[in-house]
């Protein structure tokens, strides 16, 4: 059964899932559009040159017709945990008729988080969705029926990110605001402060935000003008304190409801906005509530339309897990020939160059393969340097035109992480907690002393692997920085183009595509220039 999958509204995607293998996930923010981007009809086309043959399945996630989740609803709806929010009709699509299916978003999360994990069909297990509007547990079965355990908190993603708001003078007065790159500044800010107890001040202002319904359309941030922490900044230590009592909080309310209810030990999956919150993830694992916990790297919306054709699946074959890969992305695109390249030096890739190179402090580019499905650069298109200095996190963050306090991630060889961090397992999806057990790579250790570390073995990603052990050949260290490469504000670069004026832009020092390598000794006086002016 060939199921095509649409995802519409923000973090828009499209996936193709053939007789139980994910064949791809195309996501409309990739190729250098714009973040969080929905459906276009450039993507529907790629998708249509993608597609082998018609789709026995057009599968639709649920969504909302406007802004927020509570405005009116499309087909399956964006709430809705039971199966009475299932469509599933025949319709004439291209003069053919062909299964039409739909589900909620809130299924969704829960299809998708299972569908990829290694648990077993015909077994129970528990779901955990929180992302901006939604923070719920549920139960589902043998047999795939989702019981509605509780819900913690209403807006746990929304209510997280509010309070980066509430600091910043930048972000304006007015309801129905919203930036979606706050939560994951906030998650970076939240580990400067320290454990402890808040004072008076800091409980009022947490308290209020916690126990607000629909919080973007309710609660002006203006509400709290008289306020020590309106528009305080966000930088400013009293604000870094706050956002780690305010997360400190947050989770604290789900894993209080957890203990009490969730009392069976089953596996936990975990989807939402939410699980990309390393800190978060990794307690869950450390709760001892639950026989095992995944959380996938398409963890936030952009699984949603995954989960959705997974739905399908099992409403119309019984089964509903996936054989997938997560390089489920498009291919890489050569659009201009190598002839109209200008650069230093073309050679055929050597990996002991490159290792050579990373390790005098060059930052390189490094595209593979397809693009990784999900948020997180996992070595296909990331941006590779020597994590050997402290002197490479503020370099990246200039390059990538970021605020200095975000932290820089480690790929690193599997073999490696003993060695380097204390270690709860492999991390092929940089979606855990770890702590640096050396000094030697102060490029990737946080302020806390944490990183959120990818590991790579040889099976996953051969090439990345290979280079790592390239590196640790040279240095003694199978560890890189890696973030991803893209324009600020844009996703991932996937096309030659592209590539070579972010490159020389942004002041890198080469590029690899595939078995080339492409270097750019001039762009050094470029570099230094932007690192002089952030």
């Not at 996936?15 to 973040?35: H, I, Q, T, Y």
């Not at 936030?300 to 992305?329: C, R």
Request: charged share 20%; aromatic share 10%.
């Amino acid at each position: 059964m060939r199921i095509l999958s649409f995802k519409p509204g923000h973090d828009g995607h499209i996936c193709l899932v053939e007789n139980g293998r994910l064949v791809f996930s195309m996501e409309a923010e990739k190729d250098s559009w714009p973040r969080y981007e929905v459906v276009t009809p450039a993507l529907v086309q790629r998708a249509m040159e993608l597609c082998p043959d018609m789709p026995d399945v057009i599968a639709m996630s649920g969504w909302a017709k406007g802004f927020h989740s509570v405005s009116a609803p499309t087909d399956g709806r964006y709430f809705g945990w039971d199966d009475d929010c299932v469509i599933s009709q025949t319709r004439r699509i291209f003069g053919q008729e062909i299964k039409y299916f739909a589900s909620s978003h809130e299924r969704s999360h829960i299809f998708c988080s299972f569908a990829l994990s290694p648990f077993p069909q015909g077994e129970p297990f528990y779901a955990l969705v929180w992302e901006g509007n939604i923070g719920s547990f549920y139960r589902v079965d043998g047999g795939m029926t989702v019981e509605h355990i509780g819900q913690p908190l209403v807006d746990p993603g929304n209510k997280y990110a509010y309070l980066y708001a509430l600091a910043d003078p930048s972000f304006p007065v007015g309801l129905g605001h919203f930036r979606f790159e706050d939560a994951g500044k906030l998650m970076a800010l939240a580990s400067y402060g320290s454990p402890g107890t808040p004072d008076a001040e800091q409980r009022r202002v947490i308290d209020r935000i916690l126990e607000q319904d629909s919080i973007l359309l309710t609660l002006d941030k203006a509400t709290f003008k008289n306020s020590p922490y309106f528009n305080i900044g966000i930088q400013s230590d009293a604000f870094k304190q706050l956002a780690r009592f305010h997360s400190d909080a947050i989770f604290e309310r789900f894993h209080s409801f957890a203990k009490a209810n969730l009392t069976e030990g089953l596996p936990l999956v975990i989807s939402g906005g939410c699980g990309l919150n390393c800190d978060w993830n990794s307690a869950w694992k450390a709760s001892g509530l639950f026989a095992d916990v995944f959380v996938p790297p398409c963890t936030n919306d952009s699984g949603s339309a995954i989960g959705t054709a997974a739905e399908a699946q099992h409403h119309y074959t019984g089964s509903a897990k996936l054989a997938w890969s997560v390089y489920a992305g498009e291919p890489f695109i050569n659009d201009v020939d190598d002839g109209e390249i200008d650069v230093a030096e073309k050679r055929a890739l050597d990996l002991h160059e490159i290792a050579e190179d990373l390790a005098r402090g060059h930052v390189i580019a490094w595209v593979q393969g397809n693009y990784e499905i999900g948020p997180r650069a996992l070595g296909n298109r990331s941006l590779l340097a020597s994590p050997l200095t402290k002197e490479m996190h503020a370099r990246l963050n200039a390059v990538k035109a970021r605020e200095g306090f975000r932290p820089i991630a480690p790929i690193c060889l599997e073999e490696e992480v003993d060695r380097l961090f204390e270690n709860d397992g492999a991390s092929p999806h940089m979606l855990y907690f770890q702590k640096v057990k050396t000094d030697a790579i102060p490029a990737v250790t946080h302020v806390d002393g944490s990183a959120r570390l990818q590991s790579v073995n040889r099976d996953d990603n051969p090439e990345v692997h290979a280079l790592l052990s390239a590196f640790k050949q040279r240095t003694g260290y199978g560890v890189l920085c890696n973030t991803s490469l893209n324009f600020k504000g844009t996703g991932f670069i996937n096309r030659l183009s592209d590539l070579h004026r972010y490159a020389v832009e942004h002041g890198l020092d080469g590029y690899v595509v595939g078995k080339t390598y492409y270097k750019l000794n001039e762009a050094r006086n470029e570099r230094q220039q932007l690192i002089e002016v952030a």
